[in-house]
């Protein structure tokens, strides 16, 4: 099992964390999304998850992937865009 957190900017209200959730969660190999609004951070969880499968379906959704946090245990801000 594999767990990533992607930051996203634009999610300002439940509809839009519903809306980026679902769209993840139909990417093959994603098995939970768990979105935090305050942060502007998706989770994602599962195998095989395509960090490019991940920012198209955000973008499909219309909010901006600003991409991965690589070192989340250690409190970094380091991330890919």
């Known amino acids: 099992m594999t767990i990533k957190t ?4 634009g999610m300002t209200c ?5 809306h980026v ?5 139909a990417i093959p190999g994603v098995d939970e ?5 305050t942060n502007g951070q998706v ?6 998850i395509d960090n490019l499968k991940v920012k198209q379906s955000v ?3 219309g ?5 991965e946090i690589l ?6 801000d380091i991330w890919f865009s």
Do not use: M, Q, T
């Open 71 to 76: 070192n989340i245990a250690r409190g970094s």
């Open 43 to 48: 989770r994602v969880s599962g195998n095989e």
């Open 21 to 25: 959730e679902r769209g993840i969660k």
């Open 63 to 67: 909010y901006i992937f600003k991409g």
């Open 33 to 37: 999304v768990i979105s935090d609004l």
């Open 6 to 9: 992607f930051i996203i900017e």
């Open 59 to 61: 973008e499909e959704s």
């Open 14 to 18: 439940k509809n839009c964390i519903a």
